[in-house]
């Protein structure tokens, strides 16, 4: 089965640390999507690319949070300065325009 | 702000129970309503994609129903087994190709 590719599984790190988040979508999406994890929000979206254009980012901190598409098979997401506020898991998904959603396993960042 | 809310919050149940949960949107502004299991420590799963008032579908035990005149979905898990426990999560596409708004899910336990 196709999947989507995210790395590391988990990071720790300290605090002020620059954090890079992966994600390889699967062949032939042209949606990625950047979604993060919290107790209260749920799925909470952070930034949402089609054809590898950036279409809405308005979910992120942008002080510290970038998310970029160097190419159709890599989508990353950074953080930098990294605070322990930003401790989650961080999805990424892809999928086409009008379908589904499929989602990677999730980084879990922890920041201390 | 779009609202997509999911109740009951949390929801507990017998194995062989049936049990039903609810998704309200706007009204206005509809191209599709998704669904997804989510389960503890894993990433969310597509379950159903739904356009059609009036429609209904089904993936073994369960099965959703979509109201968007009146802004509704329904998901029907039909004789509850402990392995359906999980985060169920809707999400309403607004427009052909936009981001997926998602509710904040239910949380069904299913006790054996």
């Known amino acids: 089965d196709a999947r989507v590719t995210q790395t590391p599984r988990h990071k720790v790190t300290e605090m002020g640390q620059e954090v890079t988040m992966r994600c390889q979508p699967i062949l032939g999406h042209n949606t990625v999507f950047w979604y993060r994890q919290t107790m209260m929000q749920g799925l909470e979206l952070l930034a949402y690319f089609r054809n590898r254009a950036p279409l809405d980012d308005s979910g992120m901190p942008k002080d510290r949070f970038s998310a970029e598409m160097p190419d159709a098979t890599l989508a990353t997401l950074k953080i930098q300065p ?10 990424c998904a892809s999928g086409l325009v009008h379908g589904s959603h499929t989602f990677g396993s999730g980084t879990r960042l922890t920041v201390v | 702000i779009l609202n997509v809310e999911q ?7 017998q194995e062989g129970d049936s049990t039903n949960f609810t998704c309200s949107f706007p009204s206005s502004n509809f191209y599709a309503l998704h669904w997804y299991r989510w389960e503890t420590a894993k990433s969310p799963e597509a379950l159903f994609v739904m356009t059609l008032n009036g429609d209904e579908k089904k993936k073994g035990r369960i099965s959703a129903t979509l109201n968007t005149k009146e802004g509704y979905s329904y998901l029907y ?10 985060t169920y999560l809707c ?22």
């Open chain 2, 77 to 86: 898990i039909k004789g509850s087994q402990p392995e359906d426990s999980a």
């Open chain 1, 82 to 91: 990294s605070e322990p506020r930003d401790s989650a898991v961080y999805f």
């Open chain 2, 7 to 13: 109740s009951p919050q949390s929801l507990h149940v």
């Open chain 2, 91 to 112: 999400a309403l596409r607004e427009t052909s190709g936009s981001r997926l708004t998602f509710g904040e899910g239910t949380q069904l336990t299913v006790n054996p």
